[in-house]
């Protein structure tokens, strides 16, 4: 603890003067009323004895005084050391994307700087090493006193775009003095050795920067056939971390979230992101979850999600004819979640296609297959379906190089039967299919053996005779089928193998932005700010031309964010552009200081005047005490009041036999405990709006410890990593059930949602068994659950498509109600509202009437569970009406 | 208002009907119920006694003088009320209360006023309060009545009982702290002595005049007058307050004998049955004067 002005102090001196006048003073006499006052009013005369202050008291009003006089020297707690060096001093603060993350705790660091430096009174100078928003150049401010820089320092926000070190070098060299560096930790560029060279030939220099550099970059995601790669950048360092993306559509709601482990010494993670075709169209946003800097957000435009394929048939004449035509069954495979397109190869060539399929076309040499093998080369997808015409005429634009002719197999001819699939090996983008068992292939075209002919096989037959081959071309590649896109040669096109396989394949290729067709520069549209929100672009912003959009570098004039018209968005990204972290080492020669131990400066002054003050006014009561003005009762009173605000704070604690309440089992999973609760929080206030119920907030609970006799509804996710249950937690969920308590067991990976939550259902028997579960029948909306408030059809949770299973209706015990109800609808993912009132997750396949009818299936759900079968007698009024009027 | 009046009624409920000594009946004769234990004008029945020639002979008792030989008058006995007039400072140094005190001096007084009041009724007497419009009442339903005139009966300024009209030998309570001069309360009770009228005066203090127990520097400040006296130290002038106290009620107790009444002092933490008692004595005739 110092003293910003010591020399107060000096008037402590004065206090014993203080002490001798208040000795001196005698107390006010008391007041007293008395009607007999006419006979004590000749009583004066008695000698005086001076009356004296309690000791007690002169204590008190001693300790205030002094403590008014400390307070006044304004006594700092955590004050820092003082800066090093004398005159003014240079802050040289790392305002660029990396320093985002932990900006409020930088802003605070450098508060403290400013504090030291105005202790010292000495002016500050102020420079920042990013770019500014204007587009101007970096360059240091004048040398200001501290009180008129800190409100520039204030308004710093960190910039979505990295660094320049070469600029600050720059802006560095010529000045001297001392000088502050608040470090993000990254070098951002080769220029950062010239940078440091900088700051230490300016002055005495303190670094002050975080133990571990924190930031993480995320990179573009890789497109893979069957997941979308994600790819996280950050400093190497000595142990493993893990951080999680946020997969989030165009509304800011999460459609998954990806954990990933950071591994110790390697700069770059790596993790899939599995997702269902339409979801993937659906991504908009990737997030590093907690993060909040430009570099943690990732936009997919257009690019990610838009694959239009072109089809072009040998014979064009037949290829549409229904059932045999060439084109017919790819169509049918394609359309329904691509955008085909059909024509001449020239007419296809000329727009854009992320995929070309070729089905049984040969491209002779000339300028047409120079431009295909252009196109190719440039990223594109050649799928091509062999036939007769390849067979007789292999061109160049093939994966392997062919035998002439086809071969047979099975027939009226031959010995051999039709060859079957063998399971896709594990490198090809198919791995992980299953293979249907009567697929079943007939005739086929050869490729010539070959070394690398293994490598080249993405399927095969059971012989081991490749069916589908690819290699790649510059940055595209080109997949051949074997067999022909029609049922001739097998059965391939008519099982659900070959819509899955076309789906990976078009998965695998390179999606196209926008119709580009218009050369107008591309205006941006929203732009990412340093905490890695989208807002309106700075003015400073200008357009991209569209044929320098991929080589444009994030920066004042170009912010990451979407450009472009509505119909044609393009994202330009942070990651892919800015130099990935690399953790710098503290400055040599520097003063080190860790960002974690700058706390800001503490004055105490105002918290001891404010106890002299409490001092002071407990001396008055005092006073009138003794003066008789003030009652002991009145006194109490006060000091009851005081103590009564904590004695009302105990009162509220929540009594789960006071209100009803949901409750959810607590899995120990932080992530779905928290979507439990969030889903009941949200259901319960759907409820409370809805209907007559009034439901509180909802509660963990364990079965086994704690006490499930207040609760009506237990919700239970389980994920597939669940830990079987205790004897006693299987007891009690048995007497839960056995006296009216209902249990919604979710294993949230259902119907539209198959593929989240792998495992979980697998789990289920293993974690219930010991249950009393009653025999089981899917949900139907004849069911009473179905028609409890809401009369409902379906009953879809953040998913959809999946049976619901209840007790068999049947079922006398309990007055029918089914002590279980079994689902994979993930509903507490649906009914979340998080802190903002939002609904985080998002419904799929989607739409606000999924999520409106999953809210009615929970509101269904609370009443069947409050009222049981009550409503069941209303399933028979039609029929009881048709009696009546008989 | 209900809730004193019956503390009054129960505070009086252990005493008998209180029998004014009335000496000089016959100018304040009053119908009442209350016999005089001789001969007169009643309704009840007092003796039967021989005729003698010269009483009317519409006095003879036919039914008893037909069981012998004699003829007897039906005498009743004679009934008259006796006429008191209650009074009770009701300054604003009445209703001061000291810290330890149980009442105020105004309720104490107001309190054995209306308890005697209800003795009072009980044996038939006429009470009305000493004011400027005071009614006389009887009966039990009177004490009602007198609660609510005391009630309405406007604050005393200076101390005193007012100079009202009051009929000729009656009696007169005054219930006051009596710690005004002297001289003005010998001409209000000269005054009213000369009525004539017999009376008591009863002295209510609180326990905090009695005794001045305060301790150390403190400012008395008069209550409902602007006197104050600053007194250093309270425990040392004690015992010269004691002294003067003793004056006052000696001076006090030598005016009522001056004329012929009776004092008494109370004080506020003593059971006000005392007081009733001394009051009680003081009214009931002396065996002489029966």
Request: glycine content about 10%; aromatic content about 6%; some cysteine.
């Amino acid at each position: 603890m110092i003293f910003a002005a010591p020399w107060v102090l000096l008037a402590l001196a004065a206090l014993p003067l203080l002490w001798w006048l208040l000795r001196v003073t005698p107390p006010a006499p008391r007041r007293e009323s008395f009607p007999a006052v006419r006979l004590l009013l000749g009583l004066t005369s008695v000698a005086e004895t001076p009356a004296r202050t309690p000791w007690w008291l002169l204590l008190l009003r001693m300790l205030a005084a002094g403590l008014v006089i400390v307070g006044i020297a304004r006594p700092l707690l955590d004050a820092g050391p003082g800066l090093p060096g004398s005159g003014p001093v240079l802050l040289v603060i790392d305002d660029g994307w990396a320093s985002a993350a932990d900006w409020a705790r930088r802003m605070q660091a450098a508060d403290a700087v400013l504090d030291r430096a105005e202790r010292d009174s000495r002016p500050v100078a102020l420079l920042t090493t990013a770019l500014p928003e204007d587009g101007g150049p970096i360059r240091a401010t004048a040398t200001l006193p501290v009180s008129d820089l800190r409100p520039l320092v204030a308004a710093l926000r960190p910039k979505p775009w990295p660094v320049d070190r070469a600029a600050a070098a720059r802006a560095l060299a010529g000045a001297a003095g001392s000088a502050v560096y608040l470090a993000d930790g990254l070098s951002d560029g080769p220029a950062y050795a010239d940078f440091a060279r900088a700051l230490a030939a300016h002055g005495p220099l303190t670094d002050l920067r975080a133990p571990v550099a924190g930031a993480m970059l995320l990179l573009p995601p890789r497109a893979e056939a069957d997941a979308l790669v994600l790819r996280v950048a950050h400093p190497v360092r000595e142990f493993d971390e893990t951080a999680a993306v946020l997969a989030q559509s165009g509304d800011g709601r999460t459609l998954t979230r990806v954990a990933i482990t950071l591994p110790a010494g390697s700069a770059i993670a790596e993790v899939p992101l599995r997702l269902p075709m339409e979801l993937r169209n659906r991504l908009a946003t990737l997030r590093l979850e907690g993060q909040g800097s430009a570099g943690s957000v990732i936009l997919l435009d257009e690019q990610w999600r838009r694959r239009p394929v072109g089809i072009a048939a040998g014979d064009a004449a037949s290829a549409q004819t229904p059932l045999t035509g060439q084109a017919f069954y790819l169509k049918r495979a394609l359309e329904p979640y691509t955008e085909v397109r059909e024509g001449e190869l020239d007419a296809l060539l000329a727009r854009d296609v992320s995929v070309l399929v070729l089905a049984d076309r040969v491209v002779p040499d000339g300028p047409e297959r120079d431009k295909l093998a252009a196109w190719v080369e440039h990223g594109g997808l050649l799928v091509r379906f062999a036939g007769p015409e390849v067979a007789g005429h292999p061109d160049g634009l093939l994966p392997v190089k062919l035998l002439e002719g086809d071969r047979q197999l099975g027939g009226a001819m031959s010995w051999g039967q039709p060859a079957t699939l063998a399971p896709f090996p594990p490198g090809s983008p198919f791995a992980g299919l299953t293979v249907p068992a009567d697929v079943r292939v007939t005739q086929q075209v050869l490729a010539e053996p070959g070394t690398h002919l293994a490598g080249q096989t993405w399927a095969k037959l059971s012989d081991g005779t490749p069916l589908v081959t690819a290699s790649a071309r510059g940055a595209g590649r080109i997949v051949l089928f074997h067999v022909t896109a029609n049922a001739d040669w097998s059965d391939l096109p008519l099982s659900g193998l070959f819509v899955d396989m076309l789906r990976r394949l078009v998965a695998l290729s390179a999606g196209v932005a926008g119709e580009s067709a218009s050369a107008a520069a591309l205006s941006p549209a929203a732009t990412l700010d340093g905490f890695g929100a989208l807002v309106p672009p700075p003015s400073a912003a200008t357009p991209i031309a569209p044929g320098e959009f991929a080589a444009a570098l994030p920066g004042p004039r170009h912010p990451p964010g979407l450009y472009g018209p509505e119909n044609g968005r393009r994202a330009l990204n942070l990651g892919g552009h800015a130099p990935l972290p690399e953790a710098t080492l503290p400055l040599a020669g520097a003063v080190q200081e860790s960002l974690a131990d700058s706390v800001p400066e503490q004055p105490i002054g105002p918290w001891l005047i404010a106890l002299a003050l409490a001092l002071l006014a407990a001396d008055l009561l005092l006073s009138l005490r003794l003066r008789g003005l003030l009652r002991p009762a009145g006194a109490a009173l006060l000091a009851l009041a005081l103590l009564a605000a904590p004695a009302r704070a105990q009162e509220t604690e929540q009594n789960p036999a006071l209100l009803t309440r949901l409750a959810f089992v607590v899995t120990g999973d932080e992530q779905m405990d928290s979507v439990s609760r969030m889903g009941l929080a949200g259901l319960s206030e759907y409820v409370n709006r809805r209907t007559a119920a009034q439901l509180g907030d909802p509660a963990p609970v364990t079965p086994g410890t704690d006490d499930l006799s207040f609760y009506p509804l237990l919700y239970w996710p389980v994920s597939a990593d669940a830990q079987p249950l205790s004897g006693a937690a299987v007891a009690a969920l048995n007497q839960f059930m056995s006296h009216g308590g209902v249990i919604l067991i979710d294993t949230r990976g259902g119907g539209s949602g198959e593929g989240f939550a792998p495992g979980a259902a697998e789990a289920l028997p293993e974690l219930t068994r010991g249950l009393a579960i009653p025999p089981l029948a899917p949900l139907t909306p004849q069911h009473v659950l179905a028609r409890a408030f809401y009369l409902l059809q379906d009953f879809p949770g953040r998913y959809t498509g999946d049976t619901v299973w209840v007790g068999r209706d049947q079922d006398r015990a309990n007055d029918s109600v089914s002590p279980v109800i079994i689902g994979a609808h993930d509903w507490a993912a649906a009914w979340a509202v998080d802190a903002n009132g939002r609904n985080p997750f998002a419904t799929i396949p989607g739409g606000a009437r999924q999520r409106v009818m999953a809210y009615r299936f929970g509101v269904n759900l609370v009443m069947y569970a409050l009222t049981g079968n009550y409503k069941g007698d209303q399933v028979h009024v039609p029929s009881l009406l048709e009696r009546l009027g008989q | 208002m209900s809730q004193s009046l019956r503390r009054a009624e129960s505070l009086g409920a252990h005493l008998p009907p209180l029998l004014v000594a009335a000496e000089r009946v016959a100018a304040t004769v009053a119908g009442g119920v209350h016999g005089r234990r001789r001969v007169g004008q009643g309704d009840s029945f007092w003796q039967y006694r021989p005729f003698y020639p010269g009483d009317p002979a519409t006095r003879i008792d036919w039914r008893v003088s037909a069981r012998s030989d004699r003829t007897y008058l039906r005498e009743t006995e004679w009934e008259a009320a006796q006429t008191v007039c209650l009074w009770r400072d009701s300054g604003p140094a009445m209703r001061w209360r000291s810290a330890g005190a149980p009442d105020a001096k105004a309720d104490r007084a107001g309190l054995i006023l209306l308890a005697l009041a209800a003795l009072l009724l009980r044996s038939g007497e006429r009470v009305r309060l000493l004011a400027q419009q005071g009614r006389a009442v009887s009966g039990k339903a009177g004490l009602e009545r007198l609660a609510e005139s005391l009630d309405r009966l406007p604050d005393d300024a200076d101390g005193l009982p007012p100079q009202a009209e009051i009929p000729r030998h009656a009696s007169v309570v005054l219930i006051g702290d009596f710690l005004s001069p002297l001289a003005g309360i010998q001409a209000r009770i000269a005054a009213l002595a000369a009525t004539p009228a017999s009376g008591t005066l009863l002295q209510v203090l609180d326990p905090a005049e009695a005794v001045l127990p305060y301790e150390g520097r403190v400012r008395f400040e008069g209550v409902g007058r602007s006197d104050t006296a600053l007194i250093p130290r309270v425990e040392s002038v004690r015992g010269a307050y004691a002294e003067r106290l003793a004056a006052q009620q000696h001076g006090l107790a030598a005016i009522c004998t001056a004329v012929g009444w009776s004092f008494a002092v109370h004080r506020t933490d003593h059971p006000p049955e005392s007081a009733l008692l001394s009051l009680y004595t003081s009214l009931m005739p002396e065996p002489r004067r029966r």
